[in-house]
């Protein structure tokens, strides 16, 4: 397994950086600590792109895959009052429970 947890909070720090560059710039250094319905207002399907634009790209990168219902559950769990770094958890948790491909 190629990333650590420190290294999924990153890459989903990246991800919000794309969709929301200024709720991030705002947050600072406490990124991690706000809710998604910070970066995303009303919105929870953005919520859940930011999750799945982070989990697919690391699979791929490190030749893994996840099952399809097993994503979908993931994405249906996400909610706008979980922070970023426990939804970071999410991720790292679905990376960590895949198989490597083939």
Do not use: N
């Not at 990333?3 to 991030?24: A, H, I, W």
């Not at 910070?38 to 634009?53: C, E, G, I, N």
């Amino acid at each position: 397994m190629k990333f650590l947890f420190e290294d999924t909070k990153e890459r989903y720090k990246g991800t919000l950086s794309k969709m929301s560059p200024q709720k991030v710039q705002q947050a600072g250094t406490g990124w991690d600590k706000a809710l998604l319905g910070f970066y995303f207002p009303d919105d929870v399907t953005r919520a859940q792109f930011s999750v799945r634009d982070t989990l697919i790209p690391m699979l791929k990168e490190d030749h893994r895959e996840q099952d399809p219902h097993s994503i979908d559950l993931l994405l249906r769990s996400i909610t706008l009052d979980a922070s970023a770094e426990d939804t970071a958890g999410q991720i790292h948790a679905a990376y960590t429970g895949s198989q490597p491909k083939g």
